[in-house]
């Protein structure tokens, strides 16, 4: 007996497989330049399953080639810099093989990236006073240099963990996860990125408090507060996306919350191709929700 | 044979030089990081502003968000501010979709929109998409949707396009304005337009002061390539990155949204303001100088306005404003908090 997800992750898979590029990668949309984000979260979704082994196998050899010289990635092949989607490079190697030398490389680069530090006191005074954040605390940029975003700070700390480097960059991340704990709204969950600006609480969103969730969940389950949990809930449905509901059910599932209304509205959007919204995106992290949920690397 | 001797006419001469020499490189120093060439491109452009022709604003009073009437009424402004011809042109309609709060008014009214796509179509644009990368969702879709303007394209047949992820290729980063960034990635929709409708909102906003047509263009720039919500034109710089981007970008032309306009706590938390106006132009800078004085902000006070008109971005100097009139639709919004 199958999985209630199994015949909406199975329709999902084969959609997967139907819109891969010819160059092994995905893009945003079917015939979409081949991009690392989707191509990262279709190998996590597809993982080692053996029906899908030749576009798992092709898709591992793209992630390779798009690997830059630095051990980063970009947003394609083509993209001359490494960001954030180093993150969706490693989750998506690491998925196969945790320790292959690329995913060692973008491990190396994610942990040497230059993030933005306050500490100037008359700074750090200002910037608590404004934003209401203690801008010592490090997660990850969206881009080399810049300030830290909570969606890229639980991607990078997701990768590592995927990676089973947990243990050897025990500091950093216990920073980064002070960064999440600090980021927190008022009333819980996560937005972008501060939780106040010029006198005026921000409220959460679904989406960066599905990712925070996700890398506490893993890294330090005890930061996890029943509000951020009654946020995402909220916030999930309100926005009504199929991927804020395929996050949020990834996020709850991983907490161990049953959520049968998100899963029965988000098999409702899937699309007769098997797709949701047409996004390969999309359809590898709803496959996911419906199908077991975030793939944990083994522990020990 | 002596060793040649300095007369006091070389020494003099000498002196000249090393002086213009030494002026030169502390005016370049004192222009980093845009550099004495890029500095005195911008200050001679503003200048030749002032001699000039002056743009053109339309501006339309005592408007609702009736649909039959806010068509007729945009037809009317369109042809009085001497827009572009569109026929046969690729248009890229970008309204500002930044967020979705119940009850506030936020976003490009969905009728403006709408009306803005029965003039194209009514002039003969051949290809017209609808298309916002929100800065601060991750997915437009529910945006699109509460907002009420899936329903609006829906009747027209009109696609959107989630520029965030919207296959973003390098184009040159124009003007100066991006030191030390030689392209921007852009959306393939924007890159590919042959013109873009800025529909803008009427608004204050705690950083830029006001957000208007150019400040609305911050949405064109692809999340996937540079986060949410879009950190790299807050560590450019607001001014730099509002002027760069408007600079970088296929011809823009602009009509804002001020019959609900926005005022304190902008862009996301201001409170509403039944202004009743609409403005049209083609050119952005005028547009937004007129928007920003109908908000009762000179454009000294706005620092990208400021910037725009000294360095000719557009004109900002002579401006004629037909319709209504700007003195009597005059208002003054209560300012974001700083």
Redesign the interface.
Same mark, same amino acid.
């Given at each position: 007996m199958g999985m209630p997800g199994e015949p909406s992750a199975r329709n999902a898979r084969a959609f997967l497989t139907r819109s891969q590029n010819p160059d092994g990668g995905w893009?945003? %949309?079917p015939g979409?330049?081949s991009?690392t @984000?989707p191509t990262g979260a279709a190998l996590v979704a597809l993982g080692p399953d053996p029906e899908a082994a030749p576009a798992v196998e092709r898709a591992r050899r793209w992630l390779e080639a798009a690997q830059r010289p630095d051990g980063g990635w970009g947003?394609s092949r @083509?993209?001359p810099e490494s960001?954030? +989607?180093t993150a969706w490079g490693i989750l998506g190697l690491a998925r196969l093989n945790p320790h292959a030398p690329e995913v060692a490389r973008g491990v190396r680069w994610l942990i040497e990236l230059p993030v933005i530090r306050i500490e100037a006191a008359e700074l750090t005074a200002e910037v608590s006073r404004t934003l209401r954040i203690d801008p010592r605390l490090r997660g990850w940029?969206? %881009?080399p240099?810049?300030?830290s975003?909570v @969606?890229?700070t639980a991607l990078a700390l997701l990768a590592l963990d995927a990676a089973s480097v947990v243990e050897t960059h025990r500091d950093r991340i216990a920073e980064a996860v002070g960064y999440l704990v600090d980021r927190r709204c008022v009333g819980g969950g996560w937005?972008?990125?501060n939780p106040f +600006?010029?006198?005026?609480n921000l409220?959460p %969103?679904p989406?960066?408090t599905a990712w925070a969730l996700l890398a506490l969940r893993i890294l330090s389950p005890q930061a996890i507060r029943p509000e951020d949990v009654t946020a995402l809930r909220a916030e999930m449905y309100r926005?009504?996306?199929? +991927?804020?509901l395929a996050l949020g059910q990834l996020a709850l599932t991983a907490i161990g919350i049953e959520e049968p209304e998100a899963r029965e509205r988000l098999q409702r959007q899937q699309a007769p191709d098997g797709s949701w @919204?047409s996004?390969p995106y999309v359809t590898a992290l709803s496959a996911l929700a419906l199908n077991g949920g975030w793939p944990w690397a083994p522990r020990g | 044979m002596g060793a040649p001797r300095l007369t006091r006419r070389a020494f003099l001469r000498l002196l000249l030089l090393a002086g213009i020499g030494g002026g030169l490189a502390f005016a370049e120093r004192r222009t980093q990081p845009a550099g004495l060439r890029q500095f005195l491109t911008w200050l001679l452009r503003g200048w030749r502003r002032r001699v000039e022709p002056p743009a053109t604003v339309a501006l339309g009073a005592s408007l609702s968000y009736d649909e039959a009437l806010l068509r007729d009424a945009l037809m009317a402004l369109w042809d009085q501010a001497g827009m572009p011809d569109v026929a046969g042109k690729r248009v890229l309609v970008k309204p500002n979709l930044i967020e979705w709060?119940e009850g506030r008014p936020l976003v490009t009214a969905p009728e403006v929109v709408g009306a803005i796509l029965d003039v194209l179509r009514a002039r003969g644009a051949a290809e017209i998409v609808v298309g916002e990368g929100p800065g =601060? *969702? *991750? !997915?437009a879709?529910?945006v699109v949707?509460h907002s009420g303007l899936a329903a609006v394209l829906a009747r027209r047949g009109i696609p959107f396009i989630d520029l965030n992820?919207d !296959?973003?290729r390098?184009v040159p980063a124009r003007d100066g304005w991006f030191p030390g960034q030689p392209r921007l990635?852009l959306p393939r929709h924007v890159v590919e337009a042959d013109l873009i409708v800025s529909a803008a909102k009427l608004k204050t906003h705690?950083w830029a002061g006001v957000t208007l047509s150019l400040k609305n263009l911050f949405g064109v720039v692809p999340g996937? *390539?540079?986060?949410? &919500?879009k950190?790299?034109l807050h560590?450019n710089g607001l001014t730099p990155s509002i002027l760069g981007l408007r600079q970088s970008m296929p011809p823009v032309v602009s009509v804002i949204d001020g019959i609900v306009g926005m005022e304190g !706590?902008g862009p996301? =938390?201001g409170t509403p303001v039944p202004h009743g106006v609409l403005l049209v132009g083609a050119d952005p800078l005028a547009v937004d100088v007129i928007g920003a004085r109908l908000m009762g902000f000179e454009p000294e006070e706005i620092e990208h306005l400021h910037w725009g008109i000294w360095a000719g971005v557009g004109q900002g100097v002579h401006i004629e404003v037909r319709g209504a009139s700007l003195e009597a639709l005059g208002r003054r919004y209560q300012r974001? &908090?700083?």
């Open positions: 893009g945003y %949309r979409s330049p991009a @984000e947003l @083509e993209d960001h954030w +989607m940029p969206w %881009r240099g810049e300030a975003w @969606e890229p937005n972008f990125g +600006m010029l006198g005026a409220p %969103r989406h960066p926005d009504g996306g199929a +991927m804020a @919204e996004s | 709060i =601060f *969702r *991750r !997915d879709g529910p949707e992820y !296959d973003p390098p990635w705690h996937i *390539r540079y986060g949410w &919500p950190n790299m560590v !706590d996301l =938390f974001p &908090p700083k």
